[in-house]
């Protein structure tokens, strides 16, 4: 190209000439404020809500404003990005360095919540004009408008877009109304010298932007790097699609390995209270000048266990971290799949690519865990050394008693006194 923009988004649709300028899709706070003052929502606006819980911020659980995507993959609001620090509240993975590394802003979500504020609006039958504010009737997929019916005839005689009767729109499901508005999402050329928006069906793989006729004309370096713009979109989704399925086979590594640390957990939790079980066993045997030997004991095995309980729980807790970014990965790309428009696989590519291919980096293998049962075998040693000392020093005082040519002997080091048994 002649001219070298800087990268700008899709414009917005074209607006009435007649009518006066007003934002296309409500804000999503619309959906939120007309949830809550609903306190009878239907069996479908409940499901609703739960196939959509995933738009919500997943730090606090409330409703995403200006939801953004870490490179770990979880979306947090912008309140719980602020307090963060430098990791994820989440998952606590660490801010990775570097000037790529910031939060996308996640226009999936933004969109998607748009559209479904849209949708509830229509369903509730509580959907305005965006121009004059009088009951809505129809629905304009170009200018992502509701318009009434005095708005709707100077819309059509000036636009002539694609607008539906809302009452047409109800009797669909969100995710009809969804796709169709997704398919709707029109793409449009980059360059910002454009007076208006121009519509676009080729992508320069050289400049990375979508051209329209005209720029691709003028873009004599790119000449064999331009595609058709579907194709790149597909061939992108494909790849995306192709990253998880390969992280399936990841998945279930870090899952076996998961399995194998609770079961060291599981494992190192049974020797404990086995080895527990025989030191009590034993030094009931002996008299009650032992508890103390014995409170020493368990806490030695205790000390033992923690110690080496730490070190699994720790991996452990490295292990669900991956697992949890290759999951929501995962269910990520899903969602854009079947509810992402093209603009915003476009913008969010890039950093999916990224952050999925560094997933692709982690190796589970080192993080296997074995429980060295014999690091408990100490503990049995003392406490034999103990009982022995005692119990020889319990015969020799039977045997004093019982001859009295004995009784001048002198006595064991180790008698019956806990003070002077030896560790």
């Keep these: 190209m002649q001219q070298d923009p800087e990268p700008a988004g899709s414009p917005g649709p074209q607006q009435d000439p007649a009518l006066p300028h007003s934002p296309s899709m409500p804000p999503p706070e619309a959906l939120s404020e007309g949830h809550q003052s609903s306190h009878s929502d239907s069996p479908t606006e409940q499901a609703t809500e739960e196939e959509f819980q995933f738009l919500r911020c997943q730090g606090c659980r409330a409703e995403a404003k200006c939801p953004k995507l870490l490179p770990c993959l ?99 499901s969100v995710r009809e109304f969804l796709d169709g508005t997704r398919k709707s999402n029109n793409i449009f050329c980059s360059n910002p010298n454009h007076r208006s928006p121009m519509l676009t069906s080729i992508y ?22 331009k595609c058709d713009i579907s194709m790149e979109i597909q061939q992108r989704q494909d790849e995306l699609d192709t990253m998880t399925q390969d992280l399936q086979e990841q998945d279930r590594s870090f899952g076996a390995a998961q399995a194998q640390m609770r079961s060291a957990i599981s494992q190192l939790g049974r020797v404990r209270a086995d080895t527990e079980e025989f030191i009590r066993e034993r030094v009931r045997e002996v008299v009650a000048h032992v508890l103390e030997q014995e409170r ?19 991996q452990l807790g490295r292990l669900d971290a991956v697992l949890q970014r290759i999951r929501m990965g995962s269910v990520l790309v899903q969602r854009m799949k079947l509810y992402a428009s093209d603009q915003e696989v476009l913008d969010m590519h890039d950093f999916l690519r990224k952050a999925l291919h560094q997933l692709r980096q982690e190796e589970p293998q080192s993080l296997r865990a074995t429980v060295h049962t014999d690091s408990f075998n100490e503990f049995r040693v003392r406490l034999q050394g103990l009982v022995s000392c005692i119990t020889q020093g319990r015969d020799a005082a039977l045997s004093r008693r019982a001859s009295p040519e004995a009784a001048s002997t002198p006595r064991d080091t180790c008698g019956p006194d806990p003070r002077s048994a030896s560790w």
């Design 74 to 172: 979880h979306t947090l609001c912008s309140g719980c990005l602020e307090e963060s620090g430098i990791q994820c509240p989440v998952c606590q993975a660490p801010w990775p360095s570097g000037a790529g590394a910031q939060a996308l802003d996640n226009v999936f979500f933004e969109s998607l919540q748009r559209r479904l504020s849209v949708y509830q609006q229509i369903a509730r039958e509580q959907a305005f004009c965006t121009r004059c504010k009088e009951l809505a009737h129809y629905w304009c997929f170009e200018c992502e408008q509701l318009i009434c019916a005095k708005c709707f005839e100077a819309h059509q005689w000036f636009l002539k877009h694609e607008a539906r009767p809302l009452a047409e729109l109800r009797s669909q």
């Design 204 to 225: 320069c793989r050289g400049c990375s932007k979508p051209l329209c006729c005209s720029c691709a004309l003028l873009d004599r370096d790119h000449g064999e790097l």
């Design 296 to 314: 020493e004991l368990l806490e030695g095995v205790g000390a033992r266990y923690q110690r080496d309980y730490e070190e699994i729980a720790g």
